[in-house]
């Protein structure tokens, strides 16, 4: 699969402080990327980035095999829609007017916009002053003005920031709408429950560094789950496993951490030689959200 | 520069009132003018071979550009700028390829049209006032006409000034705040010595003052072509200046 946006070591310093380091971000052609970290990680920065509105340090970025700097800025946003910080829109202006000012600045037809409305679902909203808008509205609203240039990349910051939940759920489904219509999207969110559902792939950004960059199964296996043993002792077998391993009683069972699958088999090993029933092992059901915990509290994998 | 961008600025003034705002600055100054006329004792003096009426009425349009033109500017330039900020516009246009130095520069030709024709104004309605109320002396077209370039060169660089500044400052009341103490100096700058008025747009209201009392006798007074030059030239050059920054600045 093709990959339609490249960077290679991005960096983004302030003086002494850095924001994003060496980022490399890959984000195959049709895929929706759900891009997640805790505020403050860096996410929008890089998006700044992908989008040459910040400049960065060291490193570089190619949107669609071409390297996206100031020099070809104007030639890539032509087919980039975008969605970053609040959702834009003159309050003043009614919807249609400011899709017009869009319209007009790049030089769109009539069908380019009036498609953009109805992808969003607004058009019973557009000779409604913007400043009345509820915030969804004003999101989608955001969205149709990315959408109306027909991009084949569309960057979406947070575009969930503020939404009820079935303002969310219609955030998903847009994103599947424009995914199977072939623009590949890159959306943001601090918050993984609420784009894991929809993303084909996730990054995972701490601190500026990315420290995953895969499938929704690849970070499961990324990350271990803990050793659950049921037997009839708790507390003896967890006595015996102190020295060889990270093992504690959680509700009347034996948890252990962090064990690899032929540690496993030697913890079963010992226990059985001192001669405590097991009666159950297994591993630890973990949601993705805790696996995202876990990834961004560590700082890595 | 990119005619796309000014047809924009056209439609963002729709409902902003920017219309009504110029309109009461080609108004209000005008009628100020002619006020000071009638209050100056013009209409007993129609027919003063030294153009006592003709000089009351430049007098009065000194008087009412510098107390109208800086607060109604600011305010002019802060509601079309400010929209920006609200809107989340220079992000947005930032990701369509618009920088902010060309929307400020797009900001400036549509505003500036507007202001340069309200100050046009000022200069036909006050002669066509005079030829009407039947001031015998023929107008002093040649002066009236620099005089009005010359206004014009100083509300577009006070104008200019605005944009920039309601740009960087997004609390748009200190900009308004920066106009009234901008209405200030026009009104009291012939106080100032006269290198210190050249440093500010608003010095160049008293600056070019056509008229003015000398005792009892309203006189004409020389326009300083070549300030007003230097302020066109310098303002433009600054004002290029600070918007190619703007361009080049990081969202």
Redesign the interface.
């Known amino acids: 699969m093709a990959t339609i946006v490249a960077t290679e070591n991005l960096s983004k310093r302030y003086g002494k402080r850095t924001v994003v380091e060496d980022l490399n971000l890959y984000i195959p052609e049709g895929e929706i990327y759900g891009f997640l970290g805790p505020n403050g990680s860096g996410k929008s920065t890089t998006m ?1 980035m992908l ?1 040459s ?3 960065p340090s060291s490193g570089g970025v190619e949107i669609m095999g071409k390297p996206m700097d100031r020099s070809t ?2 030639e890539h ?2 087919r ?1 829609g ?1 969605l ?10 009614t919807g249609r ?1 400011n899709m ?3 319209q ?4 769109l037809n009539d069908q380019q916009i009036e498609f953009a409305i109805a992808t969003v679902r607004m058009q019973g909203q557009m000779d409604k ?2 400043r009345n808008y509820s915030l969804g509205m004003k999101q989608r609203l ?1 969205i149709a ?2 959408l109306a ?1 027909e991009p084949k990349l569309l960057i979406l910051d947070e575009p969930t920031n503020g939404l009820d939940p079935a303002g969310i759920e219609e955030m998903r489904e847009l994103l599947r709408t424009l995914a199977d219509g072939g623009v590949t999207v890159m959306v943001s969110s601090h918050l993984l429950g609420e784009i894991d559902k929809s993303a084909t792939m996730l990054g995972i950004l701490s601190q500026g560094r990315m420290i995953f960059q895969g499938t929704r199964d690849e970070l499961f296996s990324a990350a271990t789950p803990d050793v659950l043993i049921r037997c009839d002792d708790p507390s003896r077998a967890s006595e015996l496993l102190a020295n060889s391993a990270d093992s504690r009683v959680d509700q009347g069972e034996v948890r252990v951490t962090e064990l690899s699958e032929r540690a496993t088999a030697g913890v079963i090993a010992a226990l059985v030689s001192e001669r405590i029933a097991i009666y159950e092992v297994r591993r630890d059901e973990q949601t993705l959200e805790q696996v995202f915990m876990g990834l961004t509290e560590g700082g890595g994998l | 520069m990119n005619a ?2 000014i ?2 600025e056209f ?2 003034m ?3 009132r920017v219309g009504l705002f110029v309109a009461l600055l080609a108004i209000s100054v005008a009628l100020m003018s002619m006020y000071n006329a009638f209050g100056s004792g013009a209409f007993e003096r129609l027919d003063d071979p030294n153009d006592y009426a003709w000089k009351t009425l430049f007098g009065g349009l000194g008087m009412g550009a510098a107390l109208i033109a800086p607060i109604l500017v600011a305010v002019i330039a802060s509601r079309q700028v400010e ?1 920006e900020h ?4 220079w ?8 920088t902010p130095g060309q929307m400020c520069r797009a900001k400036f030709v549509s505003l500036g049209v507007l202001v340069a024709a309200a100050t046009a104004v000022w200069g036909v309605v006050i002669v066509g006032f005079g030829t009407l109320i039947g001031i015998s002396t023929p107008a002093p077209l040649g002066r009236w006409a620099a005089y009005i370039g010359a206004l014009i060169i100083i509300n577009l660089a006070v104008l200019a000034f605005h944009i920039l500044l309601s740009a960087k400052v997004e609390n748009q009341l200190v900009c308004i705040g920066v106009g009234l103490v901008g209405m200030f100096l026009a009104i009291f700058g012939e106080l100032f010595p006269a290198w210190l008025a050249h440093l500010v747009p608003w010095g160049y209201y008293p600056l070019t003052v056509q008229s003015d009392y000398v005792g009892e006798v309203p006189v004409y007074f020389d326009l300083p072509y070549l300030s007003v030059i230097g302020l066109a030239v310098v303002g433009g050059a600054l004002f290029l200046f600070v918007t190619g920054r703007f361009d080049r600045q ?2």
Do not use: C, D, F
Not at chain 1, 84 to 93: A, D, F, K, Q, V
């Open positions: 700044k989008l509105l910040v400049q800025r104007r946003l032509g980039i975008s970053i910080e609040s959702p834009p829109g003159y309050g003043h202006l007017e017009r000012i869009i007009r600045l790049l030089g002053k913007v955001g003005m990315a240039r | 796309r961008a047809m924009n439609a963002k729709r409902h902003l929209i609200t809107g989340n516009g992000l947005s246009s930032a990701t369509s390829g618009l990081e969202a």
